[in-house]
């Protein structure tokens, strides 16, 4: 059976038990159970049967059972268990993914150390660490137990992410080592990782409820892993967590405390950032990048780069260099992705996107570790000079999660000593700003936990999207429901508050669809909000949904009927359904708010020659071309409104100014249609000519002049003559 095929029975169970068809379940189950020797599993699947028919006897005999539905709840409980038994096993066997590669060996490897074994090693370790960290001397014995500190860490971690249910003895022990305070920091860390991605793979409700225990842990950073951990395992299993009560009441316990909804939503704010990270990339890979490579050989000229790595060049600045950016065009780009960065985005994902080669993260575990230049893995680089400067700068940058930590430290380990010494000054240079802030500062814990858990998301973001081992693991960020659908997170933040900040933040992100979902459960809270119209109307535009948004504009002029801007966007959507009788009382509304607007004036004049009331709409035309300063601008359609009311000369008139200031395609073919009209058939056939080179073909240029068609019949063209016609231009284009 093939890993898709196993995906398929997945599928087909999730859905089963979701809709109560234990029968096609336990049918499914048997058949997958075909394929796996495990007469264990067998045997439950035939005790689960077996109680569901003796109910269902009960139930044709109309018996009744006060505990049929406590049985029921069990039963489905007990199914969706076994299902989970059954397909991971089948995963082990069969599937081609990195994970289940790594189980198989986890599982076959008899010797490997129970929890509680490793757990004592662990702290042994810790003890040694401890009592050799008196002594303030870095030797080869400190270095050994920190070996066997990262190694056993690894065994914990990787016994936890391979792992099958974690039974309630090893909870236990997790448990007190996750809410031991003396116990290693980065340990708890990477428990807390470890149980977030064993998850993402496989429900456990004893991982769950670790999880859900340490979303009140004193240190900050394993709180902000534990609830990142827990929201993405009910956005995933949130179909069937109400079967279990324990997890349910510690959820309801916590969505009682204030600090921890707010935690809430800044996290799922920062995720939907995480959203725009790929569209980030591109735009720094697409634009900025290229351009700097352009102007790259002048402005070294410019800045003289040579002088710039002496000393006698470090302390002056040369003004030229920000004028010759400005200059480039760049200027503006460089501001807008530092305001990005300062808004909690994620540039530097192509920065480091190429630097997750190094060994280190071919374990899993390095990719979530907090960053820590003490690693063994690094102690051959002890006497690199200037290193232990440079990592003491970056551990306190605001900008860099633990992993691009880790792959600045490794480049530069290999950068000549003047780079090394270069970038240590930027780095102290930017700790030292941070830190003289921060002493201006109130201490903000609201601030500082959002920026572990942005960091930990981009740590996460890394992983799924760079890690050479991502292959088969479902990637968190890509293809999956928004948090809000989740049923128990949107219970938690559905306040009116929490859930219009998360809909601005969708929305000022461009991300319409998403928007328009929060402000439509906004308007069940608060039906009268004109403004929470208004911008689902927008999100509905936005997405090509008209006349959705036209609905809603409607409805928010009738609570606001002075906005200006709703009564615009009504026109609009009347114009682009092409109603344009409709789209004209609106736009006579809006012109009597500003009658001088130009725009306005234009729109009018299109709905009355769509409308053929061609009078009314050179009146408009006219009008634009007689307050518009740039008066070009209303040339176009005075020439074409003429043709099609018969004023020729007038057409041309204005045709031939158009020809003499900035032609495209359509006025060569328009100002041909005049004089095809006035039988000048040489001069049309030229200009028809022009177009189709303008066009960049005859058959785009046949496309267009078709769609003319019936305006030339009815200026009196025979429709006979029309293939001829092309076919002299088709010769002459030639």
């Known amino acids: 059976m093939t890993s898709e095929d196993i995906k398929k029975h997945a599928r087909n169970i999730a859905v089963c038990l979701e809709q109560r068809k234990l029968k096609d379940v336990f049918d499914s189950l048997s058949l997958l159970l075909s394929n796996l020797q495990n007469w264990q599993l067998k045997e439950q699947l035939n005790e689960l049967e077996q109680t569901y028919k003796a109910m269902l006897s009960y139930v044709s005999e109309g018996i009744e059972d006060p505990q049929r539905n406590k049985v029921y709840q069990n039963l489905i409980r007990s199914a969706y268990g076994l299902s989970d038994h059954v397909l991971s096993q089948l995963q082990v066997i069969d599937s081609p993914g990195y994970y289940y590669d790594r189980k198989r060996i986890f599982k076959q490897a008899g010797h490997y150390p129970a929890l509680e074994q490793l757990v004592v090693s662990l702290e042994e370790s810790l003890n040694k660490q401890a009592l050799n960290s008196l002594l303030e001397q870095e030797n080869e014995q400190t270095i050994q137990i ?196 300062m808004s909690g985005a994620d540039v530097m994902h192509s920065s480091f996107a190429h630097l997750k080669t190094y060994p280190f993260f071919n374990e899993i575990s390095n990719w979530f570790l907090p960053f820590s230049a003490d690693n063994t893995e690094f102690s051959s680089y002890s006497e690199v000079a200037g290193l232990k400067e440079f990592s003491d700068a970056i551990i306190k940058s605001p900008f860099l999660c633990n992993s691009d930590k ?88 559905s306040t009116e508050e929490n859930m219009q900040i998360i809909g601005e933040y969708y929305f000022n992100k461009d991300h319409y669809k998403e928007a328009a979902d929060i402000f439509d459960k906004l308007l069940k809270l608060n039906p009268n909000n004109d403004t929470f119209f208004q911008k689902r109307a927008y999100c509905m535009q936005m997405q090509g949904k008209i006349e959705e948004a036209l609905n809603d504009y409607l409805i928010a002029e009738a609570l606001n009927p002075s906005n200006s801007w709703v009564i615009k966007k009504i026109a609009s959507c009347y114009k682009m359904l092409k109603k344009p009788e409709d789209a004209l009382i609106y736009y006579r509304k809006t012109e009597q708010q500003n009658p001088e607007n130009l725009s306005t004036q234009l729109n009018i004049g299109h709905c009355f020659l769509e409308l053929k009331n061609y009078q009314e709409a050179l009146k408009c035309y006219y009008k634009v071309e007689f307050l518009d300063k740039n008066e070009s601008r209303a040339w176009r359609p005075i020439a074409w409104c003429s043709f099609l009311a018969g004023k020729y000369e007038q057409s041309l008139d204005y045709y031939e100014k158009i020809l003499n200031h900035k032609p495209e395609s359509l006025d060569y073919l328009n100002t041909g249609h005049v004089y095809l009209v006035t039988k000048n058939i040489k001069k049309a056939i030229q200009l028809y000519v022009s177009a189709a080179k303008n066009f960049g073909s005859f058959a785009k240029f046949s496309e267009v002049f078709n769609e003319d068609l019936s305006d030339l019949i009815a200026a009196g063209v025979e429709e006979s003559n029309i293939p001829l016609l092309l076919d002299l231009v088709q010769y002459d284009d030639n």
């Open 146 to 341: 920190r070996k066997e500190l990262e190694s056993t860490t690894k065994l914990i971690f990787n016994y936890i992410w391979l792992g099958d249910d974690l039974g309630k003895e090893n909870k236990q022990i997790l448990s007190g080592l996750l809410s031991d305070q003396i116990n290693s920091h980065p340990v708890q860390c990477l428990i807390i990782t470890a149980l977030t991605l064993n998850l993402q793979e496989t429900f456990d409700e004893n991982k769950i409820e670790l999880l859900l225990e340490s979303c009140d842990n004193k240190n900050e950073e394993i709180r902000q892993r534990a609830i990142i951990g827990v929201l993405l395992a009910f956005r995933k299993y949130d179909y069937r967590l109400y079967l279990y009560p324990e997890i349910y009441n510690r959820w309801q316990h916590l969505s009682e405390d204030k600090s921890f909804i707010k935690s809430v939503v800044t996290i799922l704010l920062q995720f939907i950032l995480s959203k725009d990270t790929e569209k980030i990339t591109r735009r720094i890979n697409e634009e900025l990048i290229p351009e700097m490579m352009k102007i790259n050989p002048i402005l070294s000229e410019k800045i003289k780069l040579e002088d710039l790595m002496s000393d006698s060049g470090m302390d002056d600045k040369n003004p030229e260099w920000q004028n010759f950016i400005e200059e480039a065009g760049l200027s503006d780009k460089l501001q807008e992705f530092s305001e990005l960065q």
């Open 406 to 493: 880790y792959s600045l430290y490794l480049s530069v380990v290999q950068m000549p000593e003047s780079f090394r010494k270069m970038m240590t000054g930027q780095f102290s240079a930017e700790a030292s700003a941070i830190k003289e802030m921060q002493e201006t500062e109130l201490p903000d814990a609201e601030k500082q936990s959002k920026n572990i858990a942005s960091q930990y998301i981009r740590d996460l973001y890394r992983f799924y999207k760079l890690s050479s081992k991502r292959r088969g693991i479902q990637d968190i960020f890509d293809g999956q429901k928004e948090f809000y659908q989740s049923e128990n997170i949107f219970q938690m933040v």
